[in-house]
């Protein structure tokens, strides 16, 4: 278990008890990228249930939970999904690494270090299956969580289309891990 000292929270798996609690997370963020940030990157086709079943199934699900009442405040799929995409860069994409999908924190539990605790989970995975990187790609507009992987000391490598969201682009980061 990790714990946020910024906020009292703690990751755990997440279980398909949880994803009631994700889609109503997904909902409260997609209404805030769509209608203030202009972020299309999320929309009423993405991120389904669905999606976060297969985490589930996968157990790539993890979700932040408040110490003081267990109720889940953020979620990120910590996957060794690579998009085709990547290979248009220029990154060994040969070379396994944990590929952060679908993170995202409450509207109420937002700038407490949440994200960042998830982001921190990824780095403590790629570690432990002995990765070197991790990469991860966000909508080339969303600046919050560009500015996230900036502080978290990601390198930025450029920037693609993704087929799965005509008409956007999508800023592409991947930070080297070491072992301790």
């Known amino acids: 278990i990790s714990y946020c000292l910024q906020y009292m929270a703690y990751l755990?798996?997440?279980?398909n008890e949880d994803i009631g609690t994700i889609m109503s997370i997904v909902k409260e963020v997609v209404t805030h990228m769509n209608t203030v940030d202009g972020n299309f990157q999320w929309d009423n086709s993405y991120p389904l249930e669905s999606d976060f079943a297969t985490d589930v199934i996968d157990k790539t699900l993890w979700v932040a939970c408040s110490s003081e009442s267990d109720e889940v405040i953020g979620f990120a799929a910590l996957t060794q999904d690579t998009p085709i995409e990547y290979h248009k860069l220029s990154w060994n994409v040969s070379e396994p690494a944990i590929v952060p999908h679908r993170v995202a924190v409450s509207m109420k539990h937002r700038k407490l270090g949440v994200a960042q605790l998830?982001?921190?989970?990824?780095?403590?995975l790629a570690i432990e299956n002995n990765f070197k990187y991790i990469r991860v790609d966000t909508n080339e507009i969303n600046v919050k969580m560009r500015g996230l992987f900036e502080k978290l000391k990601y390198n930025y490598v450029g920037s693609i289309a993704l087929d799965a969201c005509e008409g956007l682009m999508f800023a592409c980061y991947e930070k080297k891990v070491q072992s301790p």
């Not at 755990?12 to 279980?15: D, L």
């Open 118 to 124: 998830l982001l921190k989970k990824a780095e403590e």
């Open 12 to 15: 755990r798996i997440g279980t």
